[in-house]
C-alpha cells in the first residue's frame, strides 16, 4: 500500500503538494470516509476524488491505433509523439505510459500502450514470440524469392549476427504484403525487404496476438483489461 499522495500523484490526479489542498478541500474520501492524512497508506480501489474512483488504478494497458507522423519516443524534441494524443492525467502517470514495442512515424497501426513496466519488459523479450502481423506496400513488384527467404530463418540484417526467425509472407497484389513477425526488431520490415532491393513505402500493423484494430478509429484507443496477457 501507497501514500495517499503519493498515490494521486502517481496517477497523475495532483502533486503530492496540491493533494494537501485537496485533502484539506474534502475531495478526497477513503473507503468513504473524507481523508485528512496525506500519508496515510491506502489501496487505490479505496480512493475516491469528488466522488469518483480513481482513473485505472490497476495499471492501464491501451490497444492504441497509431495514425502517421507519431514518433513513440517522450523526447519531445522528436517531434509530435503517441503520448500527445492522450489525456493529460494518463500523460502525468508514475510510471509513465510507454510503448510495447516501437512503430516508426510514419507506420500505421496497433501499437499497444502500458504504464506497467513488467509488462513491457515481457512483451518486448525476444522469448516472448507473439506474432504480429503488418501490412507492407511495396514501391516495386514483389520480390519472387521473397516468401521463401523470409521463411527459411536464415536472413541475417546488415549490422546484426543472428539470423531474423522465421517469417510469413503472403503477397496480396503486385506491390501489397502480409508480413508475420514474431520478433521485433528496429524496423526490422523495411530492413527485411531491403534486403532484397525493395523500399517498403507504407507500412500497417494490422495485429498483435489475436488483438485486432477492429472498431478502433486512427488516433483512438481501447482500454484492455491489465491482466489480458496473464498466462
Ligand atoms: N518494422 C518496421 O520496419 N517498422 C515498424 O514501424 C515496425 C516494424
Not at 11 to 18: I, K, P, Q, T, V
Not at 75 to 82: D, I, K, N, Y
Not at 138 to 158: C, H, I, K, N, Q
Amino acid at each position: 500500500m501507497r501514500r495517499l499522495d503519493q498515490t494521486l500523484a502517481n496517477l497523475g490526479y495532483c502533486s503530492r503538494r496540491e493533494a494537501r489542498d485537496w485533502l484539506r478541500a474534502g475531495r478526497v474520501r477513503v473507503a468513504g470516509e473524507i481523508a485528512d492524512d496525506p500519508g496515510q497508506r491506502v489501496a487505490a480501489a479505496a480512493v475516491t476524488v469528488d466522488g469518483e474512483p480513481l482513473d485505472h488504478p490497476e495499471g492501464l494497458l491501451l490497444l492504441f491505433h497509431k495514425p502517421a507522423g507519431l514518433v513513440c519516443s517522450h523526447e519531445a524534441r522528436e517531434g509530435p509523439s503517441v503520448y500527445d494524443a492522450l489525456p493529460e492525467r494518463w500523460r502525468r502517470r508514475n510510471p509513465a505510459v510507454t510503448s510495447i514495442g516501437r512503430l516508426d512515424k510514419e507506420t500505421t497501426g496497433l501499437l499497444l500502450l502500458t504504464d506497467l513496466p513488467d509488462l513491457v519488459h515481457r512483451l518486448t523479450s525476444p522469448k516472448h514470440k507473439v506474432p504480429k502481423v503488418y501490412r507492407a506496400m511495396l514501391d516495386s513488384p514483389v520480390p519472387g524469392e521473397a516468401a521463401e527467404r523470409f521463411a527459411a530463418g536464415t536472413l541475417v540484417l546488415p549490422g546484426e549476427e543472428s539470423p531474423c526467425a522465421p517469417a510469413v509472407l503472403e503477397v496480396l497484389g503486385p506491390r501489397e504484403t502480409r508480413l508475420t513477425l514474431t520478433e521485433g526488431r528496429y524496423h526490422q520490415v523495411r530492413r527485411m525487404f531491403a534486403d532484397l532491393g525493395a523500399t517498403v513505402v507504407a507500412l500497417h500493423r494490422e495485429s498483435f496476438g489475436s488483438l485486432t484494430l477492429a472498431g478502433v478509429e486512427p488516433g483512438a484507443w481501447r482500454v484492455l483489461p491489465p491482466g489480458t496477457f496473464s498466462a
